[in-house]
C-alpha cells in the first residue's frame, strides 16, 4: 500500500547544471494502524541535465516595393533568462531581450528607381550566443526571403518646342524626360520619339534625359498671320522602352507661331509665279484656242487672273491651273493663217489677302492655221449652136461651205481646148468668153466639147483649196448641107490572158464620135465610145480560174452599133480574138486605218479585197493581235481597235499589217498596205505620272547609300533628277528607275549613328503629261560600325576540394566611361574599373564526397558597360579539381523501412545516402532484397510483400540489415548496421473470456475465482490475470478453468467487499480477447487475532533538473480510512 507527493525539483532550464535532491520521513499521523513504523532512510533523486533544444529562426514579415526596407523577425523557441546575441547571414547581429522571443530586424532598402529591377533579399541565422552560459542544444532555422517588387515610378516623357518663328526658319522640337519621384534616369540605349505629323522623330540618347530635332517651319505667300505649327508625341521606341516601370507619354500639343515675311515688292517673301501657257502650239481658224493659266504653289484661296484681252480667269484653292478658251478667228476660203498673243494683266486674291511677293510669266502664243475650204471653179456653156456659130463659156467659183469669195485679183481660167481663156474679175465669183463654132465632117448636130484645164492670176495661190471642175461641157454643132464621111470601127481584145484574168475590149474609130455610139458584142457585152472619142473600151472576166486545165480561144465580134451621129459608119466584120491560159491568180487583201485618233480613241482597221470573197470567208489576221473576217460575197470587212492612252506629250505612232490570210476561195493573195495611225493627246485631260524617291533604309558608317527614284510610267525621254544632296539620278527612256550609289558618312570610333533625308529638288525631260513629284524625303538610317573588344576569362588550372580558384577577367583594351561588369555562368560577376584592362574573383572549388571530382568549368554569360561598342567572351576555362586524401569526406548509408504494416499488406525498404551517388549504389539486404540507389540520387527504394494473413496470432517483426554494398564512387562509405524494422500486425477477431466468483467468505476464507471463454482455447494455455495478482490458466482444449483465493485478514476493524476483474488476458492464439465480469464478494472478520501494518516510505530514484520526485509512503496493508503522513522536509502524504 503506497501514497505519494509531487515536489518540485529546480527548475529545468536550457544550461548545462544538474544537481542531487535527498528527503526523509520526520512523522506520521493516521492511518487507522495497530503499529506504524516510519523507516528513517534518506530518499535520493539525482537531477540530470534533460537536452532542451533551443531553436533559433529567421522568418520574413512579408514582400516590400524596392523603396521599402525589407523587414524580418529573428525568433527564439522560448523566453531565455538573459539576452539573446544572434548574429545573421550577412554579418549583423540582433539581440533578443530577456524573458522575449523575438525582435524585429530591417537590411536597407533596394532604393527606388524608374527601372523594372524586381529581386529579392534572402538571410539565415549562422550564430547565437548569451552572457555566461552555453546551451545544451542549440539549432538554427532555415533561411527566409522577401520579395522585393517595383514600385512602379512613372517617368513622363513632355514635347516643348519653338514658341515663335519666322516662315521657313527652324522649330526645334525637344523632349524631356522627368521622374515624378526625382529618380535618376540611367537607360542605356537611346528612345526614339515619333510625333503626331508622322515623319518627325526625335532620339533621346543613351544615358540622357533631353533630346532635340530641328525642323524646318511652314511657308506659305500671303502677308499676314500665318496658321500655327502643332505637333505631340505618337509613340515612343527602343531597345530599352521595354525597361521602364512606368513610361507615359504626355501627349499634349505644342503649338509654335508662324510669322510672315516681307511681302510685295521687297525681295524676302514668298514668290507667286503666275504664268501663261498655251495648250497647242496651233489651231485651225475655225478652232477656239485654249490657254493654261497657272501658278507656281497652290494657294488657300481662288485667284482671279485678268489676261491682257481683259478677259479673268478664276484658279480654284488648292490648284495650281486653270484652262481660258479664245474666241475662234473665223472660217474662209483665203489663205490667212496667223498668230494669237495672250499675256497677263492682274492677279487678285478672292478672299481679299496680299501676297508676299506676286510676279508675272510672259505672254503665250498660239499658231492659227487655214482650214482649207473648197473653192470649186465649174465651166459652163452655150447648149447648141450652128456650125461657124459662137460658144459662150462661163467659169463660176462657188464655196461648198457657203463663204463669201470677195477678196482677190483676177483669175485667169485655160481651157482644155488650149486656147480659151476665161476671166473673172477681181472681187468677183463669175467669168465669161464667147468662141466661135467648128465646122466639122459629122451628119446632123456635133458637139464641142471643153473643159477648165487650168488657171493663173496674181490671187490664184491665196486661195486655201482652189479645185477646177474638170468636167467637160459640150455644145451641141448642127451640121450644114454636104456629102457623107465614112468611119470605119473595128474590134480588138486582148490576145492572151490567163484564166480569171480579164479581158480588154476596144472599140476603135476612126473619126471621134459625134454622139454616144453604142456597140454590141457577140459575148452580150457593150461599148460604148462617148461622143467626142474615137475608141473605148471594156473590160470583162476571162473564164473564171479553177483546178482544171481549161484554156482556149475565145473569139468576139461586133453584132450591132448605135449612135456616134456619124454620117456613115462602116463596121469591120473581124472578130477579135483572146488566147486564155492556166495561171494563179493573185488576189490582193488591203489594210487601210484611221489616219489620226486621240488617246483612248478608236481606230478603224479596214481590210479591203479586190474580188469578192467566195467559196469561204476571208480570214485576214493582223499585227496587233486582231482578226477581221470578210463574209463570202463582200469585198471589205472592218474591227475596231482602242489606242493607247499613255503618259507622254509624245505618242508613238500605231503601225499595223496584215501577218496571215486565209480562206476566200483565191489561188493567191497578196498584202498590202501598212497603214499608220497618228495618236495625238487627248485636250484637257493631261495624264499624271508620279515620280518617288527611296534610297537604302539603314546602312553602316563607311558603307553606300543607293538613293533610287521611281516613276509609275516609263519615261519618254531621258528624265534628269536634281537631289537636295546634290547629286543627279536619270532615268533613261523606257526605263521606270533609275539609282546613284554614294558614300555614308565615314567611319569613326564614335557612337555617332544618324538619320539622313534627301529629297526630290529639280527634274527635267521625260516627256510627261504631267509629272507629279512626291515632296517625302528618302530616309536613311546611318548606324555605327561596330568594333568589337574581347574580353578574355581564365582560371586556376588546378585546385584541391575546398580550395579557392581565381577567375581574371581581362579586356585587350582599357575600360572607359563606366565600369565593364562580367558576369559568369557560376553566378558570380567580376568588374573591371574604368582605366583598368583586368580584375578576378575568388571562387570556392566544392568539397564532395566522391572519389571522382568533376572538373570547374566557367565562361562569360554577360558583358556590359565600358562604353564600348560591341564585346566578344573568349575563353572557357576548366579548372581540374582533385581529393585530399588526409581527410575521406564521410557518406553515411542507412536502411529504414515501413513502420507497421497487416499481415499481407507491403514493405517499403529504403535506402538513403548522406550525399548524392557519384555512380549507381547497389545495396544488397540480409532478406536476399537488392536496392539500387541511381547517380545523383541520394535514396531508393524496394517494396516486398509482408507476412501473408491467417488464422493464426502471428504477429511480429521483420527486420533487414545492409549485408553488402557496390559502386556509388564514395570516398568513404560509413554503412549503418542498424536493422530496418516493420512491426507486422494481425487482423483482430474478438473472443469474450468471462470471470465469475464465490458471493460470501470469513476473513481467511477461500473465495473461487473461475474464467470461462466462449472458445475453445487452442496454440497456447490461456493466461488470465486478475486485479487480486492471480493467474488462471485454461489448458489447450477447454473453455474454463478456476483459482481458489484466500479471503484477507486485514488489519482493519472494517472489512471491504473483494472485487475483482480480469486485469490481462494472454495465451490461447487469439486475435483480441474481450475481459467481461467484475464479481464482488463479501468478506466477514474474525476478531480473535489482530493483525501488524508496517509503513515505509521510499522515493524516485533519479530525476532530471527541473523534472518530478515522486515520495511514495507503503503500508504492509491498506489502510482502512486515510492516513495522514508528514515528512522531514515539510512535506505531508
Request: negative net charge; glycine residues 8%; aromatic residues 4%.
Amino acid at each position: 500500500t503506497q501514497g505519494s507527493v509531487d515536489f518540485e525539483t529546480p527548475a529545468n532550464d536550457v544550461y548545462n547544471n544538474g544537481s542531487t535532491v535527498s528527503t526523509t520521513i520526520t512523522g506520521a499521523t493516521g492511518g487507522n494502524f495497530e503499529q506504524l513504523t516510519p523507516d528513517p532512510t534518506p530518499a535520493s533523486t539525482v537531477i540530470n541535465d534533460s537536452i532542451d533544444t533551443v531553436t533559433v529562426s529567421i522568418v520574413s514579415n512579408g514582400n516590400v516595393t524596392e523603396d521599402q526596407q525589407p523587414s524580418f523577425t529573428v525568433k527564439v523557441s522560448q523566453a531565455l533568462d538573459r539576452p539573446l546575441t544572434v548574429t545573421l547571414s550577412n554579418g549583423d547581429t540582433v539581440t533578443i531581450g530577456a524573458g522575449k522571443t523575438e525582435v524585429e530586424y530591417k537590411t536597407a532598402a533596394q532604393g527606388d528607381d524608374v527601372i523594372q529591377d524586381a529581386g529579392s533579399v534572402t538571410l539565415s541565422v549562422t550564430d547565437a550566443t548569451v552572457s555566461g552560459a552555453t546551451f545544451e542544444k542549440l539549432a538554427f532555422g532555415g533561411p527566409a526571403t522577401v520579395e522585393i517588387s517595383d514600385t512602379i515610378s512613372e517617368v513622363v516623357a513632355k514635347l516643348t518646342a519653338t514658341e515663335s518663328v519666322s516662315e521657313g526658319g527652324e522649330i526645334t522640337y525637344t523632349v524631356t524626360l522627368t521622374s515624378k519621384d526625382g529618380l535618376p534616369l540611367n537607360i542605356q540605349s537611346p528612345l526614339y520619339f515619333t510625333l503626331s505629323d508622322g515623319k518627325t522623330v526625335i532620339e533621346v540618347p543613351a544615358n540622357s534625359t533631353t533630346g532635340s530635332i530641328t525642323v524646318a517651319a511652314p511657308d506659305n505667300v500671303y502677308m499676314g498671320a500665318n496658321l500655327p505649327v502643332v505637333n505631340a508625341i505618337d509613340s515612343v521606341s527602343g531597345a530599352d522602352v521595354w525597361k521602364f516601370e512606368k513610361l507615359t507619354l504626355d501627349k499634349t500639343e505644342v503649338s509654335t507661331t508662324v510669322t510672315d515675311e516681307s511681302g510685295t515688292p521687297g525681295s524676302g517673301g514668298d514668290l507667286v509665279l503666275v504664268s501663261i501657257e498655251a495648250d497647242q502650239a496651233s489651231v485651225l481658224e475655225n478652232q477656239n484656242p485654249t490657254f493654261t493659266v497657272k501658278i507656281n504653289t497652290a494657294l488657300a484661296h481662288d485667284l482671279v487672273v485678268t489676261l491682257s484681252n481683259d478677259a479673268q480667269v478664276t484658279i480654284k484653292a488648292g490648284e495650281t491651273s486653270a484652262q481660258y478658251t479664245h474666241a475662234v478667228q473665223g472660217d474662209d476660203v483665203y489663205q490667212d493663217a496667223g498668230t494669237i498673243s495672250l499675256g497677263l494683266k492682274s492677279a487678285t486674291d478672292t478672299a481679299g489677302s496680299t501676297f508676299e511677293n506676286l510676279q508675272f510669266g510672259g505672254a503665250a502664243s498660239v499658231e492659227v492655221t487655214d482650214t482649207i475650204n473648197e473653192v470649186v471653179a465649174k465651166l459652163t456653156a452655150t447648149d447648141t449652136v450652128t456650125e461657124g456659130g459662137e460658144i459662150t463659156y462661163t467659169v463660176t467659183l462657188t464655196s461648198e461651205d457657203g463663204l463669201p469669195i470677195n477678196n482677190h485679183s483676177p483669175l485667169y481660167f485655160t481651157l482644155s481646148d488650149g486656147k480659151t481663156v476665161v476671166m473673172v474679175p477681181a472681187n468677183s465669183n463669175t467669168g465669161s468668153i464667147t468662141v466661135t463654132a467648128p465646122n466639122d465632117v459629122y451628119v446632123g448636130a456635133q458637139p464641142v466639147v471643153n473643159a477648165i484645164d487650168s488657171v493663173s492670176g496674181a490671187d490664184a495661190w491665196k486661195f486655201e483649196k482652189l479645185t477646177l471642175d474638170k468636167t467637160e461641157v459640150s455644145t451641141t454643132v448642127t451640121d450644114g448641107p454636104g456629102s457623107e464621111d465614112i468611119t470605119c470601127l473595128t474590134l480588138s481584145a486582148t490576145p492572151t490572158v490567163a484564166e480569171g484574168g480579164a479581158i480588154t475590149y476596144t472599140a476603135t474609130l476612126t473619126n471621134k464620135a459625134g454622139t454616144d455610139l453604142v456597140i454590141k458584142l457577140s459575148n452580150g457585152e457593150t461599148i460604148t465610145i462617148a461622143a467626142g472619142q474615137k475608141e473605148a473600151s471594156i473590160i470583162v472576166d476571162a473564164p473564171g480560174d479553177d483546178v482544171y486545165i481549161d484554156a482556149k480561144d475565145l473569139s468576139v465580134t461586133i453584132t450591132d452599133a448605135t449612135g456616134g451621129n456619124f454620117e456613115k459608119l462602116d463596121v469591120s466584120s473581124k472578130a477579135a480574138v483572146t488566147k486564155v491560159t492556166d495561171t494563179i491568180d493573185t488576189t490582193t487583201v488591203t489594210l487601210t486605218a484611221t489616219q489620226s485618233v486621240v488617246e483612248g480613241g478608236v481606230v478603224t482597221y479596214t481590210a479591203s479585197v479586190n474580188h469578192k470573197v467566195t467559196g469561204s470567208d476571208l480570214v485576214v489576221k493582223l499585227a496587233n493581235g486582231q482578226t477581221i473576217t470578210i463574209p463570202v460575197g463582200e469585198s471589205s470587212a472592218s474591227v475596231p481597235f482602242t489606242a493607247p492612252d499613255n503618259a507622254y506629250n509624245t505618242n508613238l505612232d500605231l503601225t499595223n499589217k496584215i501577218t496571215d490570210i486565209s480562206g476566200g476561195n483565191y489561188e493567191k493573195t497578196v498584202a498590202v498596205g501598212e497603214p499608220v495611225t497618228t495618236v495625238t493627246d487627248g485636250p484637257g485631260t493631261k495624264d499624271i505620272t508620279h515620280l518617288t524617291l527611296s534610297a537604302t533604309p539603314t546602312v553602316a558608317e563607311g558603307g553606300k547609300i543607293t538613293y533610287t527614284a521611281t516613276l509609275t510610267n516609263k519615261a519618254g525621254t531621258d528624265l534628269v533628277i536634281k537631289l537636295s544632296n546634290g547629286e543627279t539620278i536619270t532615268i533613261a527612256a523606257g526605263s521606270k528607275e533609275a539609282s546613284v550609289t554614294v558614300d555614308a558618312p565615314g567611319d569613326d570610333v564614335y557612337i555617332d549613328a544618324e538619320v539622313l533625308q534627301v529629297k526630290v529638288t529639280e527634274t527635267s525631260g521625260g516627256d510627261f503629261e504631267k509629272l507629279n513629284v512626291n515632296s517625302g524625303a528618302a530616309v536613311t538610317k546611318v548606324t555605327d560600325t561596330i568594333d568589337t573588344t574581347t574580353v578574355t576569362l581564365t582560371a586556376t588550372s588546378t585546385v584541391a576540394e575546398g580550395g579557392v580558384v581565381t577567375y581574371t577577367a581581362s579586356v585587350n583594351h582599357k575600360v572607359t566611361g563606366s565600369d565593364l561588369v562580367v558576369k559568369l555562368a557560376n553566378g558570380q560577376t567580376i568588374t573591371i574599373p574604368v582605366g583598368e584592362s583586368s580584375a578576378s574573383v575568388p571562387f570556392t572549388a566544392p568539397n564532395n564526397a566522391l572519389n571522382t571530382n568533376l572538373d570547374l568549368s566557367n565562361k562569360i554569360t554577360s558583358i556590359s558597360g565600358g562604353n564600348y561598342e560591341k564585346t566578344v567572351a573568349v575563353g572557357e576555362p576548366v579548372t581540374t579539381v582533385t581529393d585530399n586524401p588526409a581527410t575521406p569526406d564521410v557518406t553515411t548509408l542507412t536502411l529504414s523501412a515501413t513502420d507497421t504494416v497487416a499481415e499481407g499488406g507491403k514493405i517499403t525498404y529504403t535506402a538513403t545516402l548522406t550525399n548524392p551517388a557519384g555512380t549507381a549504389l547497389t545495396v544488397k539486404l540480409s532478406n536476399g532484397e537488392t536496392i539500387t540507389i541511381a547517380a545523383g540520387q541520394k535514396e531508393g527504394s524496394i517494396t516486398i510483400d509482408a507476412p501473408s494473413d491467417d488464422v493464426y496470432i502471428d504477429a511480429g517483426t521483420v527486420q533487414a540489415n545492409i549485408d553488402s554494398t557496390s559502386g556509388g564512387d564514395f570516398e568513404k562509405l560509413d554503412v549503418s548496421s542498424t536493422a530496418a524494422v516493420t512491426k507486422v500486425t494481425d487482423t483482430i477477431d474478438t473472443t469474450t473470456v468471462t470471470l465469475t466468483a464465490t458471493s460470501t467468505v470469513a476473513e481467511g476464507g477461500v473465495v473461487t475465482y473461475t474464467a470461462s471463454v466462449n472458445h475453445k482455447v487452442t496454440g497456447s494455455d490461456l493466461v488470465v490475470k486478475l486485479a487480486n495478482g492471480q493467474t488462471i490458466t485454461i489448458p489447450v482444449g477447454e473453455s474454463s478453468a478456476s483459482v481458489p483465493f484466500t479471503a484477507p485478514n486485514n488489519v482493519h476493524n472494517t472489512n471491504l467487499d473483494l472485487t475483482n476483474k480480469i486485469t490481462n488476458i494472454s495465451g490461447g492464439n487469439y486475435e483480441k480477447t474481450v475481459a467481461v465480469g467484475e464479481p464482488v464478494t463479501t468478506v466477514t472478520d474474525n476478531p480473535a487475532t489482530p493483525d501488524v501494518t508496517t509503513l515505509t516510505l521510499t522515493a524516485t530514484d533519479t530525476v532530471a533538473e527541473g523534472g518530478k520526485i515522486t515520495y511514495t509512503a507503503t503500508l504492509t496493508n491498506k489502510a482502512g480510512t486515510d492516513l495522514v503522513i508528514k515528512l522531514s522536509n515539510g512535506e505531508t502524504i
